[in-house]
């Protein structure tokens, strides 16, 4: 059974940091690209950060790059995402997706229809 779970989220005050962790059971992460998504309340999901299949290759949105870092362990079968210099618009509920190895764009990798599993989701909060 395929499976992603998120963990490292909660409360920090700005300027604070995080790091979130995804553990994939259930498939060899090795043939797998990364994603992690966010959505705040009233918004649209979006990509936040995204991980090629060898992890040579990494892609940040305008939002979060300089703050944020995505990396991968497959031994662990865990990808992580850093998150340093919180802002309070980065409040949402934080995903990680993975996509199979040929459907996994990384010069174009926030199409979501790409990523067939998905975990749940971990809250993160950023406020004073």
């Known amino acids: 059974q395929v499976q992603l779970v998120e963990s490292g989220g909660g409360s920090v005050q700005p300027g604070g940091s995080l790091r979130l962790s995804c553990a994939v059971s259930g498939f060899i992460l090795n043939y797998y690209g990364i994603g992690w998504f966010r959505q705040a309340p009233g918004k649209e999901r979006e990509g936040v950060a995204a991980?090629?299949?060898?992890?040579?290759?990494?892609y940040y949105a305008n939002s979060v790059k300089g703050r944020f870092t995505i990396s991968r362990d497959n031994a662990k079968n865990t990808v992580y995402l850093q998150m340093n210099r919180l802002r309070p618009e980065d409040t949402a509920v934080y995903y990680c997706?993975?996509?199979?190895?040929?459907?996994?764009?990384?010069?174009?990798?926030?199409?979501?229809?790409?990523?067939?599993?998905w975990g749940q989701g971990t809250q993160v909060t950023v406020s004073s």
């Open positions: 991980i090629s299949v060898s992890g040579g290759s990494t």
């Open positions: 997706a993975a996509a199979r190895e040929q459907y996994y764009n990384e010069y174009v990798p926030f199409i979501a229809s790409a990523f067939g599993s």
